[in-house]
């Protein structure tokens, strides 16, 4: 299998068959908090793309250059590092582009101290990825999450106009709303078995 | 110093069941759906979890004099990471098992919404014994969730509790249950169990108020 190829196939499977949200349980609670609206939805789906791949370059220079000496410092210096190079990046974008940040600086902070941040830094160094697939699983995965959050804030849209016992509206509900979500995701499962049999 | 005592159980008491982190707060939901596939990696999970909600707390209340206001969050997240380090290593080294089974979900524990909030909430502001037991209450509620989420998946998706066979041969395990939608729909079903032991048990005491009804 080429180099290109296999680039390809780790972006699909960042965001389909080992979705962030929806398979492995990163995100759940900008998931199911911030799923009310589309739009915004939308929103947070992107400012978490940018948010990672930020992530993914801060973690492959980590990696190369401490961790490898150091590792027992792997959590500390992870979320350090990503939440001081996010508020920098979050203060620049401020400065130069006041319409992008309109759009993505309220969400920034809030993502940082997300699970799907720290566990894309902890999963791709634990894979031994590159800078080059880093980054590419980086997008993958931010693709994935904003796909399950589009989705799910879609649902929970046409769901509020319908009539439902009171006792299950709420967490109750959008759990099983993701449950079969996450049924639907699984068969993308198939995806691979079929092209590498 | 008895109704300091009595204080402290309170704060202890109301994270097992009235403020419950999982069924009632509804925190710290990724650990708690990814790693309860069985009872003993439930535990474990609660088990870290526990020790660094209890270290934390202790240190964040001790210096909470000394924190300044500015710089909180971050200075949280830094004696949480430290303490999710020591729990890592000591899991790695006692039961290799688990850890591997548990893998990046041990230092995910830094970024449970459970543990930061509870530093922001009451840590910060409450004496060393008041923070320690709601962080004991707390980071107990917090392990119970979890096994029963635990016990229940690996009863169905396998049909054992702790390795121990339940059923005999004849039983087919839901292999769903193991299974990442098993999770969140049974979560999903624990949760809508809970909304009802509460509507019903406000009505009771709606009717209660009200006095009988005459028909």
Redesign the interface.
């Known amino acids: 299998m080429s180099g290109e190829n296999s680039l390809i196939w780790l972006f699909v499977s960042a965001l389909l068959v080992n979705n962030f949200t929806?398979?492995?349980?990163?995100?759940?609670?900008p998931f199911?908090g911030v799923s009310g609206r589309v739009t915004t939805a939308l929103r947070l789906g992107l400012a978490t793309i940018f948010v990672m791949v930020i992530t993914a370059v801060c973690s492959w220079v980590l990696n190369t250059y401490v961790l490898h000496y150091a590792p027992?410092?792997?959590?500390?210096s992870y979320?350090?590092v990503i939440?001081s190079t996010v508020q920098f990046v979050e203060m620049s974008i401020k400065k130069l582009s006041p319409a992008l940040f309109r759009a993505l600086g309220i969400f920034l902070p809030l993502i940082t101290?997300?699970?799907a941040?720290?566990?894309l830094a902890?999963?791709s160094a634990?894979k031994g990825y590159g800078l080059l697939e880093g980054v590419v699983y980086a997008i993958g995965a931010g693709a994935g999450f904003t796909l399950a959050l589009v989705l799910m804030a879609g649902i929970r849209q046409e769901t509020d106009l319908n009539s439902v016992p009171?006792?299950?509206k709420?967490?109750?509900?959008?759990?099983?709303i993701?449950?079969?979500l996450?049924?639907a995701f699984?068969g993308f499962a198939g995806l691979f078995a079929k092209v590498f049999a | 110093m008895l109704e300091e005592q009595g204080q402290n159980y309170a704060e202890f008491i109301k994270g097992l069941w009235k403020e419950n982190p999982v069924f009632v707060q509804v925190l710290g939901m990724c650990p708690m759906l990814a790693v309860t596939t069985s009872a003993v990696n439930a535990l474990a999970m609660g088990g870290a979890t526990l020790f660094v909600l209890v270290g934390s707390s202790l240190f964040v209340s001790l210096l909470r004099k000394y924190i300044p206001k500015q710089v909180r969050i971050s200075a949280y997240i830094i004696i949480i990471a430290t303490f999710v380090t020591v729990a890592d290593l000591v899991l790695k080294a006692v039961a290799f098992k688990v850890h591997k089974e548990l893998g990046a979900f041990i230092d995910l524990i830094v970024v449970n919404c459970l543990i930061l909030g509870r530093q922001e909430a009451f840590a910060s502001r409450n004496g060393v014994k008041a923070a320690l037991s709601d962080a004991l209450g707390m980071a107990f509620g917090f392990a119970i969730a979890l096994f029963c989420l635990g016990a229940v998946r690996e009863i169905f998706g396998a049909g054992q509790l702790f390795g121990v066979s339940l059923f005999g041969d004849s039983f087919q395990p839901w292999q769903i249950m193991l299974l990442p939608p098993g999770g969140f729909i049974m979560l999903g079903l624990i949760l809508l169990f809970f909304n009802q032991m509460k509507a019903r048990k406000e009505a009771r005491l709606q009717l209660a108020q009200e006095g009988p009804v005459k028909s």
């Open positions: 929806l398979a492995q349980f990163l995100g759940l609670c199911f027992y410092l792997k959590v500390i979320i350090v939440a101290t997300n699970c941040i720290l566990g902890l999963f634990g009171a006792v299950i709420g967490t109750a509900m959008n759990l099983i993701a449950g079969v996450s049924l699984m």
